[in-house]
């Protein structure tokens, strides 16, 4: 049964031009699916429920949405974006238009956008508020690799900004200077972005959804798993784990609800409403972690307006903690709707 709002709204959706998917996904092949998968699962689950739904294709044209606000005057703009003008930080800048438009919208204010998509910054706004974070150096493109002599291998190097495991693989872990400069140049190559290397937190992978503004809910923390690693491998969430689905068969890839104690889940469930609160989240968010033997949290990063897709870990966490999918996206709605904008979030 589809939940019905008591309000019908207007509600444009920005998307990337190219991810402005059809009313039936039938014809498509797998991969092209899958790229337009959270797309199409919001915008027919919004039409579902009742709601008057503008998909709006953008690239580079702030007027697009401009025009679309005069047109379609919505109650909210559904914000999927993750880039514009092919440029991933570009998003908080589109946010920010929607703000100054006074526009109500989905997600993430730009404040927020801005110090989560930095992984240095995030983490050294959580050493000020005394959070134990992994020790790391940023490394700037056109800069020669000098590991300063505190940060002790081994050493996970990845991109400052890049999302979704760009860059991201086994290799990515080294034990000494010489792989260190390799790794760090490559993500200058690869990414052109600067590079973070971080001290390797061995342990459990774990997420935590989070939905709100100044009144934050957390839904059940969920943990990446491989239960056929094979020897000598890491539990690293690399390019393949995520994206590749016959390196995930491989190795028996699966996400579930993480099965901790009451002590644990209270402790994880704290902190990541502290975290949340001093990185200015509002909206939705994922945090990423590892979970040491010890029983220690590291926030390896977090992620403002993560994937919602149907089925993916945001939606699957939120089922898990009692909320369908449809209510689901009406409540990143109504949060959106409560939000009161920059001058009001700290
Ligand atoms: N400091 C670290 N210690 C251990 N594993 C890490 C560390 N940093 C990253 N990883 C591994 O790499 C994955 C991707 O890193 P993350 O910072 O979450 O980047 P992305 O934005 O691409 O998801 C993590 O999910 C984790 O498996
Ligand atoms: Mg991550």
């Not at 908080?92 to 110090?115: D, I, W």
Request: aromatic share 8%; proline share 5%.
């Amino acid at each position: 049964m589809t939940f019905e709002p008591k309000k019908k709204l207007r509600i444009i959706v920005l998307v990337h031009q190219d991810l402005v998917p059809p009313d039936s996904l039938d014809e498509l092949s797998d991969k092209d699916k899958l790229e337009v998968k959270t797309e199409y699962d919001v915008i027919t689950t919004l039409k579902k429920m009742g709601h008057e739904v503008y998909p709006i294709g953008l690239y580079n044209q702030l007027n697009v949405i401009g025009n679309a606000l005069m047109e379609h005057k919505p109650h909210i703009a559904f914000n999927l974006l993750e880039e514009f003008h092919g440029y991933p930080l570009y998003d908080q800048h589109v946010v920010s238009y929607l703000e100054l438009m006074k526009q109500a919208y989905t997600g993430c204010n730009p404040r927020g956008l801005t110090l989560a998509h930095d992984k240095a910054l995030t983490k050294m706004i959580l050493a000020y508020h005394r959070l134990q974070v992994p020790n790391f150096a940023v490394f700037p493109i056109n800069r020669k690799v000098r590991r300063p002599k505190r940060l002790k291998f081994p050493l996970l190097v990845k991109s400052i900004s890049e999302e979704g495991s760009v860059g991201i693989a086994q290799a990515s872990l080294v034990h000494d200077d010489e792989k260190l400069t390799q790794r760090v140049e490559f993500i200058h190559r690869q990414n052109k972005t600067a590079a973070i290397a971080e001290q390797y937190i061995k342990g459990r992978e774990i997420y935590v959804g989070l939905i709100g503004n100044q009144n934050i809910q957390t839904y059940a923390p969920w943990e990446l798993v491989m239960e056929k690693l094979p020897e000598g491998s890491e539990n690293i969430a690399t390019l393949k784990v995520k994206w590749d689905p016959a390196y995930q068969e491989r190795v028996g890839l699966a996400t579930r609800a993480a099965g901790l104690t009451p002590e644990q889940h209270k402790t994880l469930e704290r902190l990541s409403k502290r975290i949340y609160r001093y990185l200015f989240l509002s909206g939705y968010a994922r945090l990423d972690y590892r979970m040491t033997e010890e029983g220690q949290f590291y926030l390896l990063e977090a992620n403002p307006n993560p994937q919602i897709a149907r089925d993916e870990d945001f939606a699957d966490s939120a089922a898990h903690s009692g909320v369908p999918y449809d209510q689901l996206l009406q409540k990143i709605i109504t949060v959106g709707l409560n939000y009161q904008g920059a001058g009001q979030v700290t």
